[in-house]
């Protein structure tokens, strides 16, 4: 048997960033986010009695698999079982580039790897699950607009989607560079709850802002949507920045991003700037802006995709 599954990455439009919990990744905050239609992981997996250890490749090239066997080990012990895999990923989102591919990744190998194994897990326990992979691929299992319970134990802490909002919703994406970021976004989190002196009252205000973003998007008021996801943003950044050592993902091609965003709404236009672990910026607006939002950014024309809400993960294939 082989089975694959596809999973949408998500971007937070109220950030995670700090465990505390490593080993389980329960995180001091809950978070709120929109999965993506354009941007995707197929994963297949396969598990194998012959095999002595996991396999794995991504786009095609060998691997070291330390990471995902240790994911694997947890579905192993849920299944009773004590096989490895085989396991074949192919990104459709560029990785470590901070647009999420832990998180289409561990949600979409999550649902292969358990399905795989013979589990047949409730969408709750599937979040659950990928959450032990990366946290951010806990929301990753819902389409549309998910929110991460940041719980305070395994069994509490997992994501649900919201009810759908009416509002057209787009993430314009800009590249400012899609290469892959030299600190991870697990490192660094760890670091900034570590050192950053603003981290406390980053909690504070972020849970606060999680509470606030269900109510908007519930009332579908996109100012308050818009300036809650731009906050949310900059205060996680403002947090790193004042990190030991000091730290910025920020480009100066970034900063230009954001100048252009705050000028498109002196002029009227619905646009909020987001950022996640790396320099490419996420502009939130309504589809009927997207024209504007692309107009005033000329310089980044060949840079640009258009996202829309993406689906839930799911089963692509069982073969036998
Ligand atoms: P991103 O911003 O892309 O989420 P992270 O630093 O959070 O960056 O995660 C990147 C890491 O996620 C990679 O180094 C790799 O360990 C893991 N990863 C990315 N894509 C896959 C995949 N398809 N399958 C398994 N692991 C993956
Ligand atoms: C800035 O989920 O990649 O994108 O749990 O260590 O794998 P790990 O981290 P990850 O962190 C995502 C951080 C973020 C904000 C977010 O997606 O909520
Ligand atoms: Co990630």
Known sequence: MTTTARAHTNIALIKYWGKRDEKLILPYTSSVSLTLDD???DTTVQFDPHLMADQFTLNGRPQSPDKISAFLDIVRAQAHSAQFAH????????TAAGLASSASAYAALALAASREAGLQLAPRDLS?????????ASRSVF???AI?????SDLTSFAEALPETKLPLRM????VDAGQKK???RRLMANTVATSPYYPAWVKDNERAAGDMVKALAAADFTRIGELTEQSSARMHAAIFASDPAFTYFQPATLTVWHAVQTLRAQGVPAYATMDAGP???ILTLAPAVAAVKAALPEFKDRLLVAGPGRAAKVLEEAQ
């Open 39 to 41: 941007f995707y992981t």
């Open 87 to 94: 396991v074949a990923s192919v990104n459709h989102v560029p």
């Open 128 to 136: 659950r699950l990928a959450r032990r992979g990366s946290g951010s």
């Open 143 to 145: 389409g549309g607009l």
């Open 148 to 152: 991460w319970h940041r719980g305070d």
């Open 172 to 175: 314009v994406v800009v590249m």
């Open 183 to 185: 600190v991870s976004s």
């Open 280 to 282: 490419n910026v996420k």
